[in-house]
């Protein structure tokens, strides 16, 4: 995970391991979440773009209302914690 400002400029970045076995959609869902709390931990409060690159959970983040999976409702707390940002997307 990278964070960057407008310009590009690297403000902060991570990554690291988890013990067990994940679907490729469930590494990319703790990927959000914790880009998330990076954003948060770090008080951005203007424009924040968060990339997710799985088309999966791009449609979950997408169709929120009729995801009753449990990545589904982790992604659904994902974006409620928006409303923390002027703009998030």
Same mark, same amino acid.
């Given at each position: 995970?990278?964070?960057?400002?407008?310009? $590009?400029? &690297? !403000?902060?970045?991570?990554?690291?391991?988890?013990?067990?076995?994940?679907?490729?959609?469930? @590494?990319?869902? =703790?990927?959000?979440?914790?880009?998330?709390?990076?954003?948060?931990?770090?008080?951005?409060? $203007?424009? &924040? !773009?968060?990339?997710?690159?799985?088309?999966?959970?791009?449609?979950?983040?997408?169709?929120? @209302?009729?995801? =009753?999976?449990?990545?589904?409702?982790?992604?659904?707390?994902?974006?409620?914690?928006?409303?923390?940002?002027?703009?998030?997307?």
């Amino acid at each position: 995970m990278v964070v960057r400002d407008e310009e $590009g400029f &690297v !403000l902060s970045g991570g990554g690291g391991l988890k013990e067990g076995g994940m679907s490729v959609e469930e @590494v990319e869902c =703790v990927a959000f979440e914790e880009s998330i709390k990076v954003a948060r931990r770090l008080q951005l409060k $203007g424009h &924040v !773009l968060f990339e997710i690159d799985h088309v999966g959970l791009v449609n979950r983040l997408n169709n929120l @209302v009729n995801d =009753v999976t449990i990545i589904g409702v982790r992604i659904k707390d994902c974006a409620a914690t928006f409303e923390f940002f002027n703009f998030a997307n």
